[in-house]
Each structure stands twice: as structure tokens, then as C-alpha cells.
């Protein structure tokens, strides 16, 4: 048995000598697999298949950086749309303020008017008022010249009036 292990072992290393004593040819890396081209229209099914890959590839990129183009004007024309919008609430808050200031200084010079007539000359423009508008002014004035004013009204609208200055602040909040 010693003799027979020997004798194989010897032939095993044998072969191997005698391979590595020929030149031998080794496959080519890219041909050892399943899919291997081995003719030359197999080379060029498959480099045109690349080639169309390629193609496509080329495309979807020319449409993203379309894409990305339009984004791109569409963000900037946001951005100034957005500034002109801001610059418009600018403004309009602007009129919108100088509006208000103007109608209560309105309001303020047309209360002194009234405030500086003699009560029997402002008791019957108060009278033609309706009750609502003439509580508003009547609400602004110094107390001694509205009560000049409601003395000077006939009682039915001079009670109207009384009631409204009365109740406009009724449902105010207390707390």
C-alpha cells in the first residue's frame, strides 16, 4: 500500500511538470464566461445593443438637463414674481395705512367742527343724522358739548342716540 500511494503521488507531480515545462495557451479572461461572444456577430449584436443603451442614456440625460433648464427659469421667474408680489403688499399696506389715517383725521376734523358750533346750530344737523352716524361723533366729542347737542334734540332721537352710545360697547369683551 506504502508503494501504491507513492506511485500515485509521483504521477500527480509528474503531470504537473510536464505542464509546466509546454508553453501552454490561457483562455481569455472575457471568453471564460456563459455569455461569451465567440464569433464575430455575436460581438456585434451585443456592441450594438451598447451602443443603443448608449443612445437612450444620452437622451434621458439631454431631457433631464431640459428639465433641470426649465426648473431653473421657473424658480428664478418664482423669485421675482414673489419679490414684485412682496413689493405690492409693501405698497398696498402703505395706502392701505395712509387710507385709515386719512379717514380718521377726517373724522377728527369734522368732530371739532362740530364741537365748535353752538349747540343750537349743531342740534339740528344731529337731528337730520341718522342715530348711528350721529352717536359716532357725538361719542368723540368732549362730554359737555355732547350733552349741549343732546339737549338741543328732540327727545325721541336724542333717547336713540343715548341708547346707541349706551350699548355700543356692551358686548366688549371683560376679561
Do not use: W
Not at 500500500?1 to 483562455?27: C, D
Not at 456585434?44 to 427659469?73: G, K, M, P
Not at 352710545?165 to 366688549?172: E, I, S, T
Amino acid at each position: 500500500m506504502l508503494a501504491l500511494s507513492g506511485i500515485l503521488r509521483l504521477g500527480s507531480e509528474a503531470g504537473s511538470a510536464f505542464a509546466s515545462g509546454s508553453e501552454t495557451t490561457r483562455p481569455d479572461p472575457a471568453a471564460t464566461g456563459a455569455d461569451a461572444c465567440t464569433t464575430p456577430d455575436d460581438i456585434a449584436v451585443v456592441l450594438a445593443s451598447l451602443d443603443e443603451r448608449e443612445h437612450r442614456v444620452a437622451a434621458r440625460e439631454s431631457d433631464l438637463a431640459d428639465r433641470l433648464q426649465a426648473l431653473a427659469v421657473a424658480e428664478t421667474q418664482i423669485q421675482r414674481n414673489l419679490v414684485a408680489l412682496e413689493e405690492a403688499e409693501a405698497r398696498l399696506a402703505g395706502t392701505m395705512a395712509r387710507a385709515s389715517t386719512a379717514a380718521e383725521e377726517d373724522l377728527e376734523r369734522l368732530t371739532s367742527v362740530y364741537e365748535n358750533m353752538k349747540p343750537k346750530q349743531a342740534a339740528p344737523v344731529f337731528a337730520a343724522m341718522d342715530p348711528k352716524f350721529a352717536a359716532g361723533f357725538l361719542g368723540r366729542m368732549r362730554p359737555d358739548v355732547a350733552a349741549a347737542i343732546l339737549a338741543g334734540l328732540a327727545p325721541e332721537t336724542a333717547y336713540a342716540i343715548s341708547a346707541l352710545l349706551a350699548g355700543r360697547n356692551a358686548n366688549a369683551p371683560t376679561e
